[in-house]
């Protein structure tokens, strides 16, 4: 743009010192001068110098691109625009910078988390559950109320084999007819019922207790007897059971004769059968006797069962609630959702346990069936035996 203005200018000169000056120069060196040319190229001039004109109003300080960006009183666009993008350089440097830390603090935070993770998982493997503990109080009490069970049932065993076997002080060993009068009283002094009371044996029967002694639920209740009166209820259901009234002694001289001893050896064989009789139901009844003290979440179960209240078990019931307190309590089932898997392996080993325990109970009564079985099969075998022939007596030298 300079370079033409200074051509312009030149030429310009040359045009008005010949006209003014009116030199007149070597042919050789005269220029030719085009008009024309000379005034098309000043018309270019001029609107080259519009342009630049135009530029510079455009892009000068009062411009309207200046106007819309600001003044330069901080520099200039190119200026600006340069520390603008210096600065947002150092905001992405800064920004890349404050991720880092960001990131590094939330490793440290994960870390820290999944730390404490592993820590509460560690402490809920070795920590016993809630279950856990119910379970042992449960077993202790199962296995305390079966020694109490059995203590009960050989106390009585041993109070109704001395019946049995018609020993001293006991209504049969004066005689059978001492033996009958002595079940008559007991049953209407206890267990009068109504048409013992028309016939006037007794004076009233009350409803709780009539016939009590030869009815099955005196036997098999709700699984615990509820006091000691349903204790002795159930033994006498058994002795009418078993041998309501049993035979008379062989006494004195009944004894010292061929003949009485041969009924000595058939009564031992009685006897030996009804102690046997006697004690499978007597250990029955020591299994429902009220032994141990009852946990708060047994009775608790018990009564969500809708069994009677109380604070005594029998072992019977205490094995009852643990067995089915796994098919039929909300609260163990609860808990069993919520357990880690170590707690839950616990538990299941638990329950193998509580298996073994029954199976082991049941091998224990299936022991007793079998002697029943044995001692009925040995009798019929007796019964049915019939000599072929009257013998007589072997000649032996």
Request: proline share 5%.
């Amino acid at each position: 743009m300079r370079r033409l203005k200074f051509v312009a200018a030149t030429a310009l000169g040359i045009i008005i010192g010949g006209i003014l000056f009116n030199a007149l120069p070597a042919y050789a060196d005269l220029p030719v001068i085009d008009p024309a040319s000379i005034l098309k190229e000043v018309q270019e001039i001029n609107v080259l110098g519009d342009i630049e004109n135009g530029l510079n109003s455009l892009l000068g300080k009062s411009g309207p691109i200046a106007t819309l960006m600001g003044d330069n009183t901080y520099g200039t666009v190119q200026q600006l625009l340069q520390e603008g993008f210096t600065q947002d350089a150092n905001y992405s440097k800064a920004s890349i910078g404050a991720m880092e830390n960001i990131t590094d603090a939330s490793n440290e935070a994960m870390a820290q988390y999944d730390l404490q993770l592993r820590d509460a998982q560690i402490r809920d493997e070795q920590t016993a559950s809630p279950t856990a503990c119910t379970d042992l109080d449960n077993g202790v009490s199962t296995q305390a109320a079966a020694i109490q069970g059995d203590d009960v049932g050989f106390t009585i065993g041993q109070i109704e084999d001395v019946r049995d076997e018609s020993g001293p002080n006991t209504p049969s060993y004066y005689g059978q007819a001492q033996g009958v009068a002595s079940e008559s009283a007991e049953h209407l002094n206890y267990y009068c019922d109504q048409n013992d009371v028309s016939a006037g044996l007794c004076a009233n029967s009350t409803t709780a207790t009539a016939d009590a002694d030869q009815r099955f639920s005196s036997l098999f209740g709700s699984g615990t007897y509820a006091n000691q009166t349903a204790v002795t209820t159930a033994k006498d259901y058994a002795i009418n059971l078993i041998e309501p009234v049993a035979p008379a002694a062989l006494r004195g001289d009944q004894l010292n004769s061929i003949a009485g001893q041969d009924a000595a050896v058939q009564r031992r064989s009685y006897n030996a059968r009804m102690s046997l009789a006697q004690n499978v139901i007597d250990n029955i009844i020591g299994m429902q006797s009220p032994s141990v003290p009852l946990t708060s979440q047994q009775q608790t179960y018990l009564t969500n069962m809708g069994f009677p209240q109380q604070t005594n078990g029998s072992w019977l019931q205490v094995l009852q609630i643990n067995a089915e307190s796994r098919v039929s309590d909300i609260n163990w089932n609860a808990q069993l959702q919520n357990m880690p898997p170590a707690a839950v392996s616990r538990e299941v080993a638990l329950e193998l346990a509580l298996n073994n325990y029954l199976q082991f109970q049941i091998f224990k009564i299936d022991l007793q069936i079998a002697a029943v079985d044995a001692t009925n099969l040995a009798q019929n075998a007796q019964h049915d035996f019939q000599p072929a022939v009257p013998m007589p007596t072997p000649n032996i030298n």
